[in-house]
């Protein structure tokens, strides 16, 4: 089984688990959270990914790790490191993602312009797709602005933010 697809069906179990409880936002945000710490930290990638650490020694490090976690989420973590499945748990959350997206019918933009754009530019933009596509758009966490030469952009990081394109 390729990872994309054992990736897949974990996410899948997850988002199933979460949505029952009633809990895709908070699982959602806690995965997100200990992924973005894993992929910060080289030492808990060789740690949680490593063959050399025995399940035991992971699921302890875990308790310890993402304490007042949602316990399905734990419980899910604890899954993954039985099984050893750590290391696609950054495409799980792709997955995971992608399937919380369509759920909340929502969509990821990015806009390449020629300036950055105000925070109540990337919403009006964010209402306008909701109006032509029913579709709403989320976390739009990166700005290019192109230089005047329209060679190689320069990227500025915008402060991640989920906008509601409700009309007001």
């Given amino acids: 089984m390729a990872m994309e697809e054992v990736a897949r069906v974990y ?4 988002f199933g688990a ?29 740690f949680f990914f490593s063959p050399y650490f025995g399940s035991a020694e992971k699921r302890e490090a875990l308790s310890r790790a993402v304490v007042g976690a949602d316990p399905e989420l734990v419980n899910f973590l604890e899954l993954l490191i039985e099984k050893h499945r750590t290391p696609v748990l950054f495409r799980i959350r792709r997955q995971f993602d992608a399937l919380w997206a369509k759920e909340n019918k929502r969509l990821a933009v990015t806009v390449t312009a020629r300036r950055l754009f105000s925070l109540a530019q990337r919403a009006s933009n ?17 700005s290019r602005k192109l230089t005047n030469s329209g060679s190689a952009p320069t990227t500025a990081l915008a402060r991640a933010s989920r906008f509601s394109a409700d009309p007001e």
């Fill in 11 to 14: 996410a899948e179990a997850l």
């Fill in 18 to 46: 979460a949505k029952d409880k009633g809990k895709l936002d908070e699982i959602r945000d806690q995965l997100g959270q200990f992924t973005d710490a894993v992929a910060e930290n080289r030492d808990l990638q060789l």
């Fill in 126 to 142: 964010c209402r306008r797709i909701l109006n032509s596509t029913g579709v709403r758009c989320f976390s739009i966490s990166r």
